[in-house]
């Protein structure tokens, strides 16, 4: 749903969970890439299905897990 008022929905929301670190609006098969960060994979979970997936207009979620940092500025 990208209508005005659901993505302005969702980025007032987003902003309340603390362990979102970023949040970028896709040009993609996705509308939305966050970096979240918790200290374990349970912790992750209880994020995803507690605070994330109940965020406004989220129909459905991807998770990819980073292996290794190769460059950060």
Same mark, same amino acid.
């Given at each position: 749903d990208t209508r005005s008022a659901a993505p302005d929905a969702f980025n007032r929301s987003?902003?309340?969970v603390p362990e979102n670190e970023q949040c970028h609006m896709?040009?993609?098969s996705f509308d939305y890439l966050l970096k979240v960060r918790?200290?374990?994979i349970a912790a992750y979970r209880r994020v995803l299905? +507690?605070?994330i997936?109940?965020?406004p207009h989220?129909?459905?979620t991807s998770t990819f897990v980073a292996m +290794?940092?190769?460059k950060d500025r």
């Open positions: 987003v902003q309340a896709m040009a993609s918790t200290r374990d299905g +507690e605070r997936s109940a965020l989220v129909a459905q +290794e940092t190769v």
